[in-house]
């Protein structure tokens, strides 16, 4: 309620340096603005004829023209620190709260112990729970030796949607599947201000470079909860690829033999257990998703009102409101003197 007046304070207040700064080189503009039209002036007239033709300027409504425009400079830093005052309450739940998507899209992932393969599965489940169950913003990572940041938060679930299928196994051309290095790159996409950060990991397992759970066990140090969620079966299969000419044709490692690819599991509960979160596989249809919504709604009901957070009310409209006031006027107000009536 706009009387409501308890904690005020700015939301980004480092915005108040241009309401302070802005105004101060404006007046300095102003100033060598106005010397610069009386010596040009003085260059064309002398100064009983400047005298004269000037004289229904009235330097008092440029000077209250000039301050107008100060003011409103004043207005636009002031609602860009977005002032905050007056408090509602907010309860974090799962369909209005920022989650970051770890896709791994290493050669592994083109396994068909999932159909049509891992990668395709696993993005169609994840296009689908978006759809779905998506109401808050969502971001995706792309990894296997390496990351990416394929989509930052957004809450458009178009350019989400897009960015997640242009995904495939050549989006990161670092071979191998590093967990850990995908773990820090969703972690670094949430805001710090989030109250809670949730990374889904969708991947296979096969942390190569063995970092996985100990970046889980540092970014929970963060706040932030990591659920797995496994692509493919403990049995596994053989990697098929497409060759120069169009046709699949198996994987073989060093030695010539073939490649046999495994959900690992074990792995994936470690990462989950130790950044707060829990382990699902994928399943035929995407169950694992929709047990990963079902996970954190049942922690948001389980934690009763710790969950529940007071947050500003955003006032920024107010000095927005007065900043278009002010440029209207400095725009209808004119610099010639009133006439007056003989």
């Not at 480092?14 to 610069?36: H, K, M, T």
């Not at 049995?235 to 699949?248: D, F, R």
Request: charged share 20%; with cysteine.
């Amino acid at each position: 309620m706009p009387w409501d007046f308890s904690h005020p304070h700015f939301e980004a207040p480092r915005w108040l340096l241009l309401a302070v700064v802005a105004p101060v080189l404006l007046a300095l503009l102003q100033r060598y603005a106005a010397a610069q039209r009386r010596r040009q002036l003085a260059q064309m007239a002398s100064p009983r004829f400047v005298a004269e033709l000037v004289v229904s300027h009235s330097p008092a409504r440029r000077g209250f023209k000039n301050v107008l425009l100060q003011l409103a400079w004043v207005c636009a830093g002031l609602a860009l620190a977005r002032p905050q005052w007056g408090e509602v309450q907010a309860t974090g739940q799962w369909l209005g709260e920022d989650v970051v998507f770890a896709l791994d899209c290493s050669s592994s992932m083109l396994s068909t112990d999932a159909r049509p393969n891992r990668l395709q599965r696993a993005k169609f489940a994840i296009l689908d729970f978006v759809r779905r169950h998506g109401r808050g913003r969502v971001g995706l990572v792309a990894f296997a030796g390496g990351s990416f940041l394929q989509c930052p938060l957004t809450l458009d679930y178009d350019v989400f949607e897009t960015a997640l299928l242009a995904l495939d196994e050549k989006t990161i051309p670092i071979p191998g599947t590093d967990i850990g290095r995908a773990l820090k790159e969703a972690a670094q996409a949430m805001p710090r201000q989030s109250q809670r950060k949730l990374v889904v990991l969708v991947t296979d397992g096969e942390d190569l470079e063995s970092g996985g759970v100990k970046a889980a066990q540092t970014l929970a140090t963060n706040g932030v909860v990591v659920f797995a969620v496994g692509v493919g079966s403990p049995t596994g299969s053989e990697i098929k690829i497409l060759n120069a000419a169009g046709q699949e044709e198996l994987v073989h490692d060093a030695n010539g033999e073939t490649v046999h690819s495994r959900l690992d599991d074990k792995t994936l509960q470690a990462i989950a257990l130790a950044a707060g979160g829990k382990y699902y596989p994928l399943g035929a249809l995407g169950e694992g998703l929709a047990q990963v919504r079902l996970a954190v709604e049942n922690l948001d009901a389980t934690s009763g009102p710790a969950h529940t957070r007071s947050r500003g009310v955003e006032r920024f409209q107010w000095p927005l409101g007065a900043m278009l006031g002010l440029l209207v006027m400095e725009s209808l107000l004119g610099t010639q003197r009133g006439r007056r009536n003989n």
